[in-house]
């Protein structure tokens, strides 16, 4: 279905697009940082669809076809130094425009999946707004906690250049991020990801967003209390060579969620390769499962599973 826009409140309104038949439970994708929904392949959207669900893919706000918010970005010692300062909104509110979003198109309770940013967001959902959330997958993210989950120094040059407002410099730039916190032990398709920044700059190329993106990260700071308080079924996905977010931020993230089943995936990266699209989708299929399966009054959550 082409693509659609919907007003979520607080002026904020986000772009979406749908696939599968809207009978069926849906499925929300969350994407992350600096990301646009169209990160989240076609191809893996209809996979998705085909298994029973309908599909829902979006761009937060800050990103894509989404509203942009106004007001100056943060300066990178401002990020550097970690300033709550410096944001002008938190994952608390990109949660909210999520709810918003399910709400108003009246496609709740979802099973929800996110990405890096987009897991911390879907987690977020969850805790606060756990009536719009049956099932949570969570990929290559963490839970805000500075020993956890942190990204190796050598990548920050990568992500302080000065954001490139040319085409090519802006293609050139994604390549050169894919290719340091992607999947450096399995197969990946350079393709996709020229492909990707292409159509990313010609959406919508905003300079700004990521920045407040990420200074909303930093300012919501650490969310482990939040995370306990999560009570649907959990399945946490994270790539062992992840340099981004590191792995410790997966087994983190299972620890703090009760019942929470942990996938680490073999020479998976910060990134989603075609090649582990079957093991992720189905850990979504299962994590839906397990939201439709009585569980006895009483019963405790199964214990966390490292796989």
């Known amino acids: 279905m082409p693509e659609q826009f919907c007003d979520v409140g607080r002026d904020i309104t986000l772009c979406y697009e749908t696939f599968g038949d809207p009978a ?11 990301t646009q929904m169209i ?4 191809d893996f959207c209809r996979e998705l669809a085909g298994r029973g669900f309908q599909v829902v893919r979006f761009d937060n706000r800050d990103i894509g076809r989404s509203t942009h918010m106004k007001g100056r970005p943060p300066t990178v010692p401002q990020l550097l130094m970690r300033s709550k300062r410096a944001a002008g909104y938190t994952l608390a509110a990109m949660a909210a425009d999520t709810a918003g979003l399910l709400r108003t198109l009246d496609l709740g309770p979802a099973h929800v999946v996110g990405a890096s940013m987009g897991g911390m967001i879907a987690q977020t959902l969850a805790a606060f707004h756990p009536e719009h959330v049956s099932s949570l997958v969570s990929i290559m993210s963490n839970t805000g906690s500075l020993r956890n989950g942190q990204p190796s120094p050598r990548l920050m040059p990568s992500f302080l250049r000065r954001p490139p407002h040319d085409r090519e410099e802006y293609v050139a ?7 340091a916190i992607g999947s450096s032990g399995l197969p990946r398709d350079g393709d996709d990801i020229r492909t990707l920044a292409e159509a990313s700059f010609d959406r919508n190329h905003d300079p700004a967003g990521p920045g407040r993106q990420l200074a909303a990260i930093i300012a919501s700071g650490d969310r482990t209390a939040e995370l306990r308080g999560i009570t649907v079924p ?22 703090a969620i009760p ?9 998976m990266g ?9 093991q992720v989708i189905d850990g979504i299929v299962e994590t839906a499962a397990r939201a ?16």
């Open 270 to 278: 910060h990134d989603l390769p075609r090649v582990i699209w079957p």
């Open 24 to 34: 069926d439970p849906t499925v929300l994708l969350i994407m992350g940082l600096a």
């Open 234 to 255: 959990t399945l946490v996905i994270h790539g062992t060579a992840d340099h981004l977010v590191a792995p410790s931020g997966g087994r983190a993230t299972a620890r």
């Open 39 to 42: 990160a989240w392949h076609e």
């Open 259 to 267: 019942g929470a089943r942990l996938l680490m995936i073999e020479g």
């Open 292 to 307: 439709e399966e009585p569980r006895a009054p009483g019963a405790s959550a199964p214990a966390s599973l490292q796989g």
């Open 173 to 179: 730039q994604v390549q050169r991020v894919f290719e």
